[in-house]
């Protein structure tokens, strides 16, 4: 290791003091960082949970196939839970779209 001597169990480099040059170029390094941050970091974190607009949630709500699929999921949720014991919520999430799916018992059992 070039340079790195050995000093009493430390290598030379952590031996010797910051020059006032080096503190300053890390002082004003730290400062443009910190302003980068302040200036540019709510665009940073650019991502926000919006409502979709009509076209989009058509989309999303084609992809299920409109109902039918929601009708599967919430009987499948009821199954699953009918056979751990467990209540329905009274409402889901549809993994597909995202909607709320109503966990409202069957017309059979109304």
């Known amino acids: 290791m070039a340079g790195h001597s050995k000093i009493s169990g430390r290598s030379r ?5 910051v020059t006032r040059r080096q503190a ?3 002082g004003l390094g730290g400062l443009v960082a910190a302003g980068g941050l ?3 970091g709510p665009r940073a974190f650019g991502f ?4 979709a607009d009509a076209p989009v949630a058509s989309a999303f709500h084609s992809a299920c196939g409109a109902v039918q699929y ?3 999921l919430a009987g499948e949720v009821r199954s ?4 751990r014991g467990e209540q329905p919520p009274t409402q889901i ?3 597909v779209c995202g909607c709320r799916v109503a966990m409202a018992p069957p017309a059979a059992e109304k």
């Open 24 to 26: 300053l170029v890390f």
């Open 93 to 95: 999430s549809c993994p």
């Open 38 to 40: 302040i200036a540019f």
């Open 70 to 72: 929601h009708e599967q």
């Open 13 to 17: 480099a952590a031996a010797e003091p």
């Open 48 to 51: 926000a949970i919006v409502e």
């Open 80 to 83: 699953l839970l009918a056979v």
